[in-house]
């Protein structure tokens, strides 16, 4: 079933199109790649998923009972306040902070959903220790658990492999394959690492002039280079 319906979606910025004629479906459970180049409109087009910026034209639907604001989003390190004095816990913590209402505590039932996403990401060993004292690969983690506690069904990544050793990449890269596959949780994920990414992928967006969108398998035939 269609989580994401985007029909004749334009991107962009202060009323000017980078990306237009967009029409495509993403299904529950699927892995989706976006490539393209620098300015393309990559995290634009995330941004405008996620209700912080509104589209030029078209129109984005939501399916499967999925509501804009229970997509997790695992931002840009750029984006990200590196040096935040708390603690792991706290950090992963404050992705439950859609559900708050007008709660100011968090219940039992979202620490124990923290508490167990601490464990299926093995950083139960970090959850004391100071959130800037962590290495790239270590904050990258605890950054996707914290997105994990602020949904069940969709995860938005936007470059989360950016700035780590190789080593750290293919278990960063691992981690996301097996959330995707054990919790059916939708993937869309933009990467540079273009043909790693597309290994672990189910489907591929690339986007430019011309927009390609189909699976990795037709990606890898080459299909890119065609648009649609």
């Known amino acids: 079933m269609a989580q994401i319906i985007c029909r004749n979606l334009a991107i962009g910025y202060d009323g ?4 237009q004629n967009m029409n495509f479906s993403v299904n529950t459970g699927e ?3 976006v490539i393209g180049e620098n300015g393309a409109g990559k995290s634009t087009f995330m ?5 912080l910026q509104p589209p030029i034209q078209g129109e984005i639907l939501f399916g499967d009972n999925l509501k804009q604001n229970e997509i997790g989003y695992l931002p840009q390190q750029a984006e990200v306040q ?9 950090i992963i913590l404050s992705g439950c902070q859609n559900q708050l209402g007008l709660r100011p505590f968090y219940n039992r ?14 950083i139960t060993d970090l959850a004391e220790q100071c959130y800037r004292e962590l290495s790239g690969g270590q904050k990258q983690r605890v950054l996707l658990a914290r997105a994990l506690c602020a949904t069940k ?16 990449a293919k278990e960063m890269y691992y981690l996301i394959q097996k959330i995707n596959r ?3 949780i939708t993937v869309i994920m933009i990467s540079h690492d273009i043909q790693i990414a597309v290994n672990y992928a189910s489907h591929v967006m690339k986007i430019g002039p011309n927009i390609f969108y189909g699976t990795s ?3 890898r035939r080459g299909g890119a280079d065609n648009g649609v």
């Not at 000017?16 to 990306?19: G, M, N, S």
């Open 82 to 90: 590196k040096d935040f004095p708390a603690s792991v816990r706290e």
């Open 182 to 184: 054990e919790e059916n």
């Open 31 to 33: 892995y989706l790649c």
């Open 109 to 122: 039932k979202e620490k124990s959903y923290a508490e167990a996403i601490l464990n299926k990401l093995q």
């Open 47 to 51: 941004k405008t998923l996620l209700g």
């Open 16 to 19: 000017k199109a980078i990306v």
């Open 217 to 219: 398998e037709e990606y």
């Open 153 to 168: 069904k969709m995860l938005l990544l936007d470059e989360p492999v950016a700035g780590l050793d190789p080593k750290a």
